[in-house]
């Protein structure tokens, strides 16, 4: 289990890796943590001819605040982003996420930016940026484009991102006052795939719940602030729309079930930290 | 010579073998140099479940750079035969495919070459036609008529059905009720965390093959391995490194890779190196069977039960490999369990199918045992209305009864079940129902489960033979015993060495060995020196050596007292001459040797121990030498089957009862283990701290088999669980603290009365668990694994129903059925008549196939290309078929593919419907069926829906394009669905 | 910008548990393998090159990553701390390593370098762990021996040393 040959490209700034990009498209690949890209590797199951390590540009490791937008550039570190202080009330749903996300080990290496671009529908970054409605900031030798969470991703680790692009950074919107975040999962192990993650903000007229692990990428939907039955049926109509896969690890059935029981009780969490 | 008064034997001592595994110091077979110029070996594998070879092409693999040499299974089968079976199969059992690959993972190829990067790339340079023929996984369709048979000259798939009887089973049944219980236990494997290694190295001019491996034994196995090598077993040197990363039985089947690696060094004139990766590992290297069991109780109304039936089918997939069937045979003797039941009636039966060949697994054939028997007595307290703790103890064999020779010939050597059911269950079960009645009042589901098992233990080498009649035995001789070897040496100033053949791999043989020894010579534990790594060309060796059946505390440890005591008692006499004092007055300890009574005479130890070395003549008569004693023992209990088949199957057995309270979240499926209490008797133990490692590692290994493990396949013969992002071993997170006790009842038949107790909770902990989770959900039928989805599924009631305002979801796939299904249209402004045309165009089919490099036209309808497919990095490059059929111009055609590349195999085949819409265009309609395998399935389960989706959707899109390239926008929207 | 070739081996620098080495490497050739069996360091060991048994575990600039996640390559210029270099002398063992031996926290002790690396950098950052901590720690980790149990009951009494006295007991010597 060993890579096939790639040349290395250790790109000192920005403009080195987005002309890296530009040239081989495709054929090149970023590496930033490389939690994700390197078992490919190692499987063959990816063969790049060029490898274009970003973690050695300088400014690219600090998360910043732009008004009320937390910006997570691409060198961040998913470790990095859970130890930020303060992160609990700048945006509890990120700091209730993040330590589902994989191990301790693998949150010391693996990015932000790289589990966004990986797009895996399981995953807890791709949910939270859904959840909250969060931006892709892409940016190519030619343009930058700035794409909505929902936008960008578009399926099993597909996205919209271009092969000359690479994600410069994300940004999460920081908690509003008066909205209530609560974030909740199930996995057949901790620190696995979610089979279901469920990433809810409430607000005073609206309810935001985002569900991961249960279609090809997470989905969000959007209610007035409903209750009792009423919520049970919105629940129930979500869960049969997002079209359940089935696979080893769980059934169809149990996801939408996941739906409905994780699903309401995330949203009453979160409005309980709303109240 | 009386017992010895026990100093170091039975403390926790701090493991010898500890401070080198800590600091990195540690040598496992990947950690030791190799000679200059030794190769690397990568294997290319099977991604058909079933398939003959029609070519393999390892031209352009050659000539890569640092490639040394291509072996294909035809080069192999010129300088081996196959490998001996236990069976009398007409199977061949080739460690490598010659002419048909028989399941996924099977090896096809070996790369030889300067490193293991290059041996990798030039695997990828290896082309192979196949054949694909149907599969079969399941070892019940495999008996059945039609299913495709694996080995053409053994003419069935049922290789092996064997019928037993002991006592009058028919009269029990006939006289009492029946309860009964119907099993599919599942795949699943130990999972060591160091994969399997080899380096090898062969001389023509002695005609020796020079092996080291992380071989475990039993060395039965080298016999095999030196007659598939066509060499006597004295020039088949094998060697073991002197650490291995865990076993749990899994490294007994490294064996066929040292042919496969011996033959390739010698293809290749140096040495070669071999390290299987995890993928390889979980793919191919040794599983447990997979077992359908249906097992039938004759019971009194009060629960008391007279006999039992056996129904078990056997599944030990593509290749009867030795020492299977033995995971079938082991527990033979003990088919009754702990209980005392006279009346026996068994039907065996080996089936083969389309998956990787099983082997050695802890707990060996006790999970897959144990499991009906302890679900069977549940059922029983359940269908009678009775207390299941009563069930257990009105059967459990009497405490007076030891030896307690049982219905089908085990010899059960001591124990007393009931003080140890009592021990246990004192104060604990009143809480226990306790915490049950409060969580249930609560509206909790919470359950009590219990298991009772009998843990055999040093195998009796002839229990095998039990699948043979007796009159086969007969012709073939018998079988028995179960040799164990130790040498004791001093050396010329008197310091103390050992030599065992147990291939430990992890259990601290070192450390008990040293104690065992040193309590002989009364020396410090501590400079007793152990060397374990073992060496077939110069160590004392038999069959039965090796790591597996617990056999190391009873058999090996009690090989090495002997050995001990042998040099010791002559070491009193040298003593008595030259202290001038009776033998039987000789003392040892503290690093002296003495006579009682008499202060005056002491020597150091040294002393005399090294005067064979210096002054031989003053030996006194009767003293040959003290240099070097090597013990070798069997025991008398271990004898051949009977006439009427009853075998004395293991010389141990052990005793064990767990009880476990277990709550279940019937939303999330998720188990919680509220309580464990795992009881053991392993007769004396050696090394507490040990004993409670090897309980603490088993109950967690069982936990896997509970509720993550299984090594799954899909109905085509597709391997699904080839990482460990699939195969899930229980983390720290998810293993509970357990409580253990002990009792000891001291087996009469080993020399230091320890017994076994590395596996017993791979028998007991999966049952018990099941039980409890049973009793919560009022389940009456149980598999493994537990999975969330399972355990929901138990306790759900009907689902929500899906309301009328959203789409129709299409049907789910059968159980176990995991091929893609998937449907869309495509909407585009062009008539039916423009896109049938596109469809049956070479040069629109290059432009709309995703990936496409080029399609060569076979025939009208048939088309060939060479495509790179991908869904994210995840790309390779494949070739493609594509091939119309069902032509129904302009409306319908039916399409079928398949692809095949380095990463896999695809195939599927799906409707396309053309229908004009009232625009003038054309809807196009899509439905598909698709299924994937080889490497791809294994290993990227969770993307394939995706990747299928994507690519099919791709390519309709790509037409629709194509179709109307003027007016993007209009028709571009493709919807795609899957069921 | 430095772009190294697929093609030829590279000579990579960085400090390995504190001295400085180098190692000749393809883009492609993994941590693992550099430490192995380029500069000898075996003690991290390979248990599933996919990044999830964590037996290879190693500190690149005091963070755990997963080497055979790691290229050789992207070391350059780092320190990488290993198993080898967590005992203060040859011949003693670091209070954690002690800690381990006597709970018999370790069996075949294939997977032990990797969770000794993590406790480390995580007893650093986290001098009182809980244990519900500790096991989601170790949760990055793979070993089929010993059940965990002992794995977590070493690590909090070796937190518990350290916060007592981390000067003196930063090294305990073995008696043998």
Same mark, same amino acid.
């Given at each position: 289990m060993k890579p096939a040959p790639f040349d290395y490209l250790r790109a000192g700034n920005l403009d080195e890796a987005l002309a890296a990009l530009a040239e081989y498209g495709s054929e090149a690949r970023i590496i930033a943590g490389g939690q994700s890209l390197l078992p490919m590797l190692n499987m063959r199951l990816a063969k790049p001819l060029v490898l274009v390590d970003i973690m050695s540009m300088a400014g690219l490791d600090q998360v910043r605040r732009e008004g009320e937008m937390i910006v997570v550039p691409a060198g961040v570190r998913q470790a990095a982003l859970l130890r930020r202080p303060g992160l609990a009330s700048e945006q509890p749903l990120l700091a209730a996420a993040l330590p589902w996300l994989g191990h301790y080990q693998t949150r010391a290496r693996g990015t932000v930016c790289g589990s966004a671009a990986h797009a895996d529908p399981s995953a807890e970054i791709p949910l939270c940026l859904v959840a909250l409605d969060g931006e892709i900031r892409l940016r190519s030798r030619r343009k930058r484009r700035v794409l909505k969470a929902a936008e960008f991703f578009s399926g099993m680790m597909v996205t919209e991102k271009a092969d000359d692009e690479l994600i410069e950074a994300v940004a999460f919107p920081a908690a509003r006052p008066g909205a209530g975040y609560a974030f909740a999962e199930v996995a057949r192990r901790h620190g696995d795939f979610a089979i279901v993650g469920c990433a809810v903000m409430v607000e005073a007229g609206q309810i935001h719940l985002a569900v991961a692990g249960v279609a090809d990428k997470p989905e969000r939907r959007s209610w007035p602030r409903l209750d009792g039955s009423a919520l049970d049926d919105a629940l129930n109509a979500f869960a049969w729309e997002l079209d359940a896969r089935e696979d080893l690890h769980a059934s169809a059935r149990l996801r939408r079930d996941l739906v409905r029981t994780l699903g309401r009780s995330t949203i009453e969490e979160a409005g309980r930290c709303l109240a | 010579m009386k017992a010895e008064v026990i100093s170091w034997t039975g403390q926790s001592v701090e493991r010898v073998e500890d401070a080198a595994l800590l600091t990195g110091r540690g040598r496992f077979i990947d950690d030791l140099g190799t000679r200059p110029g030794t190769l690397h070996a990568a294997i290319l594998r099977s991604p058909h479940a079933h398939a003959d070879i029609l070519s393999i092409e390892t031209g352009a693999a050659a000539v890569l750079p640092g490639v040394v040499a291509i072996v294909t299974g035809r080069d192999l089968a010129k300088l081996t035969t196959p490998m001996v079976a236990? $069976?009398?199969? +007409? +199977?061949e059992n080739w460690p490598m495919a010659v002419e048909r690959v028989r399941y996924v993972g099977e090896p096809i190829a070996i790369a030889v070459a300067q490193s293991r990067y290059l041996a990798e790339d030039a695997l990828d340079a290896i082309e192979v036609a196949y054949r694909p023929l149907k599969a079969v996984v399941d070892p019940v369709t495999s008996m059945g008529e039609g299913a495709p048979v694996l080995h053409e000259k053994a003419g +069935?798939? $049922?290789?092996s059905d064997r019928r037993f009887r002991y006592g009058e089973p028919e009269a029990a049944f006939a006289a009492a009720r029946t309860v009964s219980v119907s099993i599919a236990y599942p795949r699943n494997t130990g999972s060591p965390m160091e994969t399997f290694g080899v380096i090898a190295d062969y001389d023509p001019h002695e005609d020796v093959y020079d092996i080291l491996a992380n071989f475990q034994g039993p060395f039965s196995i080298h016999t095999v391995l030196a007659r598939a090598l066509k060499v006597p077993g004295n020039r088949l040197r094998l060697r073991m490194p002197p650490e291995s990363g865990g076993s749990f039985g899994v490294k007994q089947g490294v064996a066929p890779y040292a042919v496969l690696i011996g033959v390739a060094a010698r293809i290749a004139g140096r040495p070669v190196k071999w390290i299987e990766d995890r993928l390889e590992h979980l793919g191919a290297a040794v599983a447990a069977t997979n077992r359908v069991t249906t097992l039938k109780a004759a019971v009194s109304a009060e629960g008391r039960i007279s006999a039992l039936d056996w129904d078990q089918i056997e599944d030990c997939g593509a290749y009867p490999r030795a020492p299977e069937p033995a995971t079938l045979y082991r527990m033979h003797g003990n088919m009754t369990g702990a209980y005392d039941i006279r009346h026996v009636a068994m039907r065996n039966r080996v089936v083969l199918t389309n998956k990787a060949p099983t082997g050695l697994v802890r707990g060996f054939g006790g999970p897959q045992v144990y499991f009906a028997l302890e679900r069977l007595m549940q059922r029983i307290a359940v269908e009678l209305q009775l207390d299941p703790l009563d069930v257990i103890r009105r059967n459990l064999v009497p405490a007076g009864a030891f030896p307690y020779r049982t219905a089908t010939g085990a010899l059960y050597d001591s124990g007393n079940y009931q003080a140890a059911v009592e021990q246990a269950v004192a104060g604990r079960l009143a809480a226990l129902e306790k915490r049950r009645d409060e969580a249930r009042a609560a509206g909790k589901r919470y359950g009590i489960g219990f298991a009772a098992a009998v843990e055999p233990s040093v195998s009796n080498m002839g229990y095998i033979t039990t699948v043979l009649t007796a009159e086969e035995r007969r012709k073939a001789g018998p079988k028995n015993g179960a040799q164990a070897t130790a040498t004791v040496s001093i050396d010329p100033i008197g310091s103390v060495s050992v030599h065992v053949a147990s291939t430990p791999q992890g259990q601290g043989h070192r450390t008990v060995l040293a104690q065992v020894v040193a309590d002989i010579f009364g020396l410090p534990h501590r400079e007793i020196r152990v060397v374990a790594d073992l060496d077939t060309g110069k160590d004392a060796w038999s069959i039965a050596s090796g790591n597996y059946s617990s056999r190391f505390a009873a058999a090996v440890a009690g090989a090495a007292h002997l050995a001990a005591t042998r040099l010791r008692d002559k070491l009193a006499l040298i003593a008595a001459d030259q202290l001038k004092a009776e033998p039987k007055q000789i003392g040892f300890a503290a690093g002296a040797v003495f006579a009682k009574g008499n202060p005056g005479k002491t020597i150091p130890f040294g002393r005399i121990a090294a005067l064979c070395h210096w002054s031989p003549a003053l030996l006194p008569d009767g003293v040959d030498q003290t240099i070097r004693e090597t013990a070798f023992w069997t025991p008398p209990q271990l004898g051949a089957p009977s006439e009427s088949d009853e075998i004395n199957s293991s010389l141990c057995h052990g005793f064990i009862f767990d009880m476990a309270g277990v709550e279940v979240d019937p939303a999330s499926g998720r188990a919680r283990i509220d309580r464990y209490v795992t009881m053991h008797d392993c007769g004396r133990v050696l090394h507490p701290g040990m004993v409670e490692g090897q309980i603490r590692g088993g109950f967690a290994q069982a936990l896997g088999a509970t509720f993550y493990e299984e090594l799954a396949y899909a109905e085509d013969g597709a391997f699904l669980t080839g990482t460990f992002a699939d195969y899930l071993l229980p983390t720290a997170t998810e293993t509970p603290d357990i409580e253990i006790l002990h009792i000891e009842t001291p087996s009469p038949f080993t020399p230091l009365g320890a017994k076994g107790v590395g596996e017993g909770n791979c028998m007991s902990t999966p049952v018990c668990l099941a039980n409890a989770i049973a009793d919560a959900l009022g389940a009456s039928e149980i598999n493994l694994p537990l999975t969330p989805a399972k355990l929901a599924a138990l306790a759900a009631g009907p689902e929500q129903a899906q309301p009328s305002t959203t789409r129709a979801t299409v049907s789910v796939a059968r159980p176990g059925d995991r091929s893609l299904r998937g449907e869309g249209e495509a909407r585009v402004a062009a008539a039916p008549e423009a896109i049938w045309a596109m469809l049956l165009d070479v040069d629109t089919l290059a432009s709309i196939i995703p990936g496409c490099h080029g399609v060569q036209k076979l025939s009208d309808t048939h088309f060939k290309a060479d495509v790179t497919l991908g869904v994210g990095p995840v790309k390779g490059r494949y070739k493609a078929e594509i091939e119309l059929s069902d032509l129904d111009e302009p409306r319908a055609a039916t399409l079928t593919g398949s692809v095949s590349g380095a990463l896999g195999t695809g195939g599927g085949s799906g409707r396309v419907t053309l229908t004009p819409d009232s625009a003038g265009g054309t809807v196009i309609g899509y439905a598909y069926e698709a299924a994937v395998g080889g490497k791809v399935a294994a290993i990227g389960g969770r993307l394939l829906d995706g990747a299928a989706k994507a690519i099919i959707g791709q390519f309709f899109a790509a037409l629709a394009r194509r179709a109307a390239p003027s007016k993007p926008g209009f028709f571009a929207r493709v919807f795609g669905r899957r069921a | 910008m430095p772009r190294l070739s697929a093609a030829i081996r590279h000579r990579i620098g960085f400090k390995l548990n504190g001295k400085p080495v180098s190692v000749e490497a393809e883009p492609r050739l993994l941590a693992t393998d550099a430490l192995r069996h380029g500069l000898g360091a075996t003690g991290t060991h390979v248990g599933c090159e996919h990044g999830v048994c964590g037996a290879c575990t190693i500190l690149i600039d005091g963070a755990p990553a997963r080497a055979c996640l790691t290229l050789a390559v992207q070391l350059e210029g780092r320190e990488v701390t290993t198993v080898e270099g967590l005992a203060p002398a040859p011949d003693r063992l670091s209070v954690l390593q002690a800690a381990f031996r006597r709970h018999h926290a370790l069996q075949c002790g294939f997977c032990t370098a990797g969770i000794l690396i993590s406790l480390e950098a995580f007893l650093r950052e986290q001098p009182k762990p809980s244990e519900q901590e500790l096991r989601e720690v170790v949760g990055g980790h793979l070993c089929r021996c010993t059940g965990y149990t002992p794995i977590i009951a070493a690590a909090l009494e070796a937190a518990a040393l350290l916060r007592r006295q981390p000067q003196v007991l930063a090294a305990e010597s073995i008696d043998v």
């Open positions: - | 236990g $069976l009398k199969v +007409a +199977a +069935a798939n $049922l290789v | -």
